[in-house]
């Protein structure tokens, strides 16, 4: 009988042949479960790894490369500077070799943020995506654009812009034309894509590229676009499409109006195919002057602030302190006495003539003088009243001076950079006025000094004006000086701002000087020590006038009222022997007013008006 006992039950068989071993049936391991694990973590570690791997061999391409492009633009922008420079030299050849080497470096900074690192950098979240694609959209734009210049600068001919011999080359005006438009156009471009590069996302040395980039851009935009559209009517004003005709008058600043002085002298030219010639002098002895009636019918407006005198007499139309309306006066006392056709009408004073000389060089004259950049204002302007004691021969003297000075104009070989660089001053100034029959010409300097009208909204600029005219019927505005300053207060907003300054005019009219004025510089109605100036003030377009005043005590308006949509106060500032008199003005805007960045505009006197604008010159927009 055997000795083993059946188990007592099925579960506790069960549990029996669970618990038994034998050589053949060993107990299971639990090793190959934990290789298992053990492999799975291991893959898990090399992929973590593998990605950090990643990551840092894109991040390590990423910044190599980016550290590379900065520099290549950096040395871009280098040779980009040397060619502006060789450019305004005049030295083409220099300029083009400048541009390569600029055009080399962006394209290596085009290459330098491609490929497989920097695309999957741009991918990456959390900001840093944008702030790579930003560096690959510069040094793109920055390339297109450079790009554009080199290849510009292979065609170009400044010469073109200068006559030789009296005549210009149209069809070199004309491949420049086309090659400033296409550099303009590209300009355009970057400026407009450039925009959409969302720059509050950048960190800081990416936003300041960013944005210094952007600043040259739009400076050079700024630059271009006027360029595009005046050669884009240069060979038609030239006279392409037929002859033109400008009347040019010029201003003599010693007898002060508020568009510079008496318009004594002026000459029409002829333009055509190219070639600009004289065709007749004038001068305002010529024109009928105290006249019954004025010449043309004047607005209310304008008779309350300047009198009808200015459609009676010609020395005083350029009173009015808008160069379009001053040229319908003076159109029609051309055409009741001359009656020649003009298509356009040009206004200089001595002092842009002198910045003329600086590009052509000094001009010997028929008399024996010569005339400088340095001489040309003190002659034109008060030396030939103490050479030339009648009317007659001043107005001889100033026709032979305006022949020369044309004559090394348009047959003499002055720079071109340079002759722009003088045009562009003048203009700026305000000695350069231009107003032409022809639409296209008159939109492409809308709302430019040049055009010689007050802005007509205070959007893009909050214009104040501080005019002045010779009160005395002399020359003595010569020996004035003029300097303004002005600020805004109340900028918060919600709050009324107030647009306000000073205008100091000072004398220079010592007690030796006034026992020798010659009667041309004296006049008939003023001691030689004294000098009356009626100034006008005008506030920005919607304000209204706050306070005017005098050295400090209330002024005596000659006149208060709205002209050109503006407010306007007339008041007399006398002075005697050398002197200075402050006027100090106020004007109201309401709040709802939008206004841009405050500018002066001022009549351009016989020496610099020292202009101040005082902190804060701009106002939020509300």
């Not at 893959?43 to 492009?69: C, E, K, M, N, R």
């Not at 960013?210 to 700024?222: G, I, K, N, Y």
């Not at 200089?348 to 340095?374: C, K, M, N, Q």
Request: proline letters at 6%; one cysteine or more; glycine letters at 6%.
């Amino acid at each position: 009988m055997s000795s083993h006992q059946p188990p007592a039950s099925r579960k506790a068989a069960r549990e029996s042949r669970a618990t038994e071993t034998t050589p053949e049936s060993p107990q299971p391991d639990s090793t190959p479960r934990r290789r298992r694990r053990r492999w799975i973590w291991l893959t898990l570690v090399v992929v973590v790894l593998a990605t950090i791997g990643g990551a840092a061999w894109v991040a390590l391409q990423v910044y190599t490369q980016a550290q590379s492009a900065r520099s290549s633009l950096s040395t871009a922008m280098t040779a980009a500077q040397e060619a502006k420079s060789s450019l305004l030299a005049m030295d083409v050849e220099a300029a083009s070799v400048s541009a390569d080497s600029a055009l080399e470096s962006t394209g290596a900074a085009v290459d330098e943020t491609g490929g497989m690192a920097w695309s999957i950098a741009e991918a990456i979240p959390f900001g840093v995506g944008e702030n790579v694609r930003a560096v690959r959209i510069v040094s793109e734009l920055t390339d297109r654009l450079v790009n554009s210049v080199a290849g510009s600068i292979q065609g170009l001919d400044l010469a073109a812009l200068a006559p030789r011999q009296g005549r210009f080359n149209l069809d070199a005006l004309d491949d420049l034309k086309s090659t400033t438009a296409d550099l303009s156009a590209t300009v355009d471009s970057v400026v407009t894509d450039l925009g959409a590069v969302d720059r509050d996302a950048l960190i800081g040395p990416v936003r300041s590229g960013v944005e210094s980039f952007a600043d040259e851009a739009s400076q050079l935009q700024s630059t271009m676009t006027p360029i595009a559209d005046t050669l884009a009517l240069l060979p038609r004003a030239l006279g392409s499409d037929g002859p033109r005709n400008y009347l040019v008058m010029f201003q003599g600043n010693s007898e002060a109006r508020s568009l510079g002085g008496n318009p004594a002298v002026m000459m029409l030219l002829r333009a055509e195919a190219g070639s600009i010639s004289i065709v007749r002098y004038a001068d305002t002895a010529e024109f009928p002057n105290g006249l019954d009636q004025p010449v043309t019918q004047l607005t209310d407006e304008e008779i309350a602030i300047y009198g009808d005198k200015i459609g009676r007499w010609t020395p005083d139309l350029t009173m009015v302190p808008d160069f379009p309306r001053a040229t319908e006066i003076l159109e029609a006392h051309w055409q009741n006495t001359i009656g020649e056709p003009y298509d356009a009408v040009v206004s200089l004073d001595p002092v842009a003539l002198s910045y003329i000389l600086a590009a052509t060089g000094e001009v010997p004259l028929p008399t024996g003088e010569v005339l400088t950049a340095e001489n040309t204002s003190p002659i034109l302007l008060n030396g030939v009243y103490f050479n030339y004691k009648d009317g007659y021969s001043q107005n001889a003297f100033f026709a032979a001076a305006t022949d020369a000075i044309f004559t090394a104009l348009t047959g003499g070989s002055p720079s071109p950079v340079a002759l722009i660089n003088a045009l562009s001053r003048a203009a700026d100034e305000g000695r350069l006025l231009y107003w032409s029959s022809d639409e296209a010409e008159s939109a492409a300097i809308s709302g430019s000094r040049l055009a010689g009208s007050l802005p007509s909204s205070n959007d893009e600029q909050t214009a104040i004006g501080v005019y002045v005219n010779d009160n005395t019927g002399s020359k003595k505005s010569y020996y004035l000086d003029l300097a303004i300053s002005a600020s805004f207060e109340g900028c918060e907003a919600g709050q009324p701002h107030t647009a306000q300054g000073t205008a100091v005019l000072s004398s220079k009219i010592d007690e030796e000087l006034a026992a020798r004025l010659p009667y041309y510089v004296r006049g008939p109605y003023y001691a030689a020590e004294d000098v009356s100036t009626y100034v006008v003030i005008y506030g920005p377009v919607g304000a209204s006038l706050s306070s005017i005043a005098i050295d400090g005590a209330p002024a005596k308006p000659i006149s208060i009222g709205t002209h050109l949509d503006r407010p306007a106060v007339k008041i007399e500032v006398l002075n005697h022997l050398v002197s200075s008199h402050t006027i100090e003005f106020e004007f109201a805007l309401p709040a709802s007013t939008s206004v841009g960045p405050l500018e002066i505009w001022h009549t351009p006197m016989s020496r610099a008006t020292q202009l101040t604008m005082e902190a804060p010159a701009a106002c939020p927009t509300p």
